[in-house]
């Protein structure tokens, strides 16, 4: 197979989408005077749903962030409270796609948490996780929920594993042990029967997750694969990465076949890692570079020439991540058919891009927004694990989004432990009486937890992994 190469040269492909076009919100739309994290690690830090937007932020002592409704743009308080339960720096966060209050972070301390946020966003300071999930022996860098199933979460450790966890139980259930390197990035096919995965041993893989079967692999010599991307249905992958000659390139990938890239082409001479972001419903495809203002977009199809340039978005603020709003929380009066919020460290604000079809027409445009995914799970847990997969439930975006979900989040019940020190109850909740008694007992229960956890985190993590290398042993059979 020969490998394609690109022209940026534009053919005149009649095309809905070529005059997209990005648009930065006012002054009073954006979100500023925060802290947001100097850590160097290539995530986004940002999470976005229809309610909150979450933003990892630069703590002492710890890893944090914060929460901030949606609708309340402007300048935040210096002393806004904060999700501040991790003992490391919080290194990744996501919304749950179906339970709107719902996000889980994953930290240098070697934990997942889950988190529930109140309505209307936090009062105080949250340092309490619905769960806590302790399974990796190395930080977590990387955090995925299933697309389809309402209580499968994916998380990726620096010990070079992935593991499943089913959080109707609070356990893992899984373990994928097939990488010999640091795993860059973990992308799902559309009803998640399949995850992609890219990783710093230069080899892209497709991998069947509930049995941890690679499928396909593509060791990357020419492109070093930085980013993977699932193209929705097309059976295509689309990675960003670095060419030999050190400048910034795409491939395009046939899902069934890593052998060679059907196409490949080279963006820049640029340095930052290039993010790619996918919009299965209108078939765009989103490259920003971390560290400088643009965003280009274009347009993927089935037939040559494959990818098609349509534009680029141009900003003199240099981005450190960006979050993505999903399609129920867009303007669909306005034509908006994406919506970034871009990270400015150095000016502490986040500035949302909305992506606009242009229209005369005030009607709604049925033909930029086809039935998408919603907010409504597949299936349970236990279904998916048992090895059912289902397509996303599809909802329509015509009138607006009104309807609420009423769907619980249930965490499992733990049995209820106490830690008694000095006849105190470290874990019962006794109120102080004064500042400094509760600053007292604050750091007496700080002290005694990280001590003991440090203890049951080496013990558990060890039992757990002899488990699931167990039970890869068993299924290798």
């Known amino acids: 197979m020969t490998v394609t190469k690109m022209s940026w040269r534009p053919t005149y492909r009649s095309s809905k989408f070529r005059n997209v076009y990005g648009k930065v919100g006012n002054r009073e739309h954006c979100y500023d005077g925060i802290p947001i994290t100097k850590n160097v690690h290539d995530n986004h830090f940002c999470a976005v749903n229809s309610k909150f937007l979450a933003v990892v932020t630069e703590s002492a002592g710890g890893g944090s962030f914060i929460i901030i409704p949606v609708s309340q743009s402007g300048r935040l308080d210096s002393h806004y409270p904060k999700v501040c339960g991790h003992q490391g720096n919080v290194l990744d966060i996501k919304w749950n796609p179906f339970f709107e209050n719902i996000i889980a972070s994953c930290s ?219 399609k129920h929380g867009l303007d669909v009066a306005a034509c908006e058919v994406f919506r970034f919020y871009k990270l400015v460290t150095l000016k502490g604000l986040i500035e949302p891009i909305s992506m606009i079809v242009p229209r005369r027409s005030d009607t709604y445009q049925e033909d930029i927004y086809p039935m998408t995914a919603g907010t409504e799970p597949a299936l349970s847990a236990s279904e998916w694990l048992s090895g059912i997969d289902r397509d996303p439930v599809l909802m329509s975006l015509k009138d607006g989004y009104h309807r609420p979900n009423q769907l619980v989040f249930k965490a499992p019940v733990k049995e209820k432990k106490s830690v008694v020190v000095n006849g105190i109850d470290l874990l019962e909740n006794v109120p102080p009486r004064t500042e400094n008694e509760l600053l007292r007992m604050f750091f007496r229960q700080q002290d005694e937890l990280r001590r003991l956890k440090e203890e049951l985190t080496t013990k558990d993590v060890r039992i757990r992994q002899l488990e699931l290398e167990l039970n890869n042993l068993k299924n290798g059979k």
């Not at 936090?122 to 022996?137: C, Q």
């Not at 190395?138 to 070079?160: C, K, M, N, Q």
């Not at 890692?273 to 919009?279: A, G, I, N």
Request: hydrophobic fraction near 35%.
């Open 108 to 326: 240098e301390d070697t934990s997942v948490r889950v988190w529930e946020i109140p309505e209307g966003g936090l009062r105080r300071n949250m340092t309490e996780a619905v769960l806590e999930l302790y399974g990796h022996s190395r930080r977590v860098g990387l955090i995925e929920w299933h697309p389809t199933s309402s209580g499968i979460l994916f998380s990726a450790g620096y010990d070079y594993k992935i593991l499943i966890w089913n959080l109707e139980i609070g356990e893992p259930v899984k373990m994928i042990d097939c990488h010999t390197d640091v795993i860059l990035s973990m992308s799902f096919n559309t009803d998640g029967s399949l995850l992609a995965t890219s990783c710093k041993d230069k080899k892209l893989r497709v991998i069947e997750p509930r049995s941890g079967r690679v499928l396909q692999q593509a060791s990357c010599k020419n492109h070093r694969v930085n980013r993977v991307v699932f193209l929705g249905n097309m059976k295509r992958l689309l990675t960003t990465g670095v060419s030999r000659w050190n400048t910034r390139q795409i491939a395009l990938w046939d899902q069934e076949d890593l052998s060679m890239p059907i196409v490949e082409e080279d963006i820049d001479g640029l340095s930052g890692l290039l993010f790619p972001f996918y919009d299965t419903d209108t078939h765009m495809l989103y490259l920003a570079g971390k560290g400088d203002g643009n965003i280009r977009y274009f347009e993927i199809t089935t037939e040559k020439p494959y990818i098609q340039y349509l534009m680029e978005f141009r900003s003199p603020a240099p981005q450190k991540g960006l979050g993505v709003m999903p």
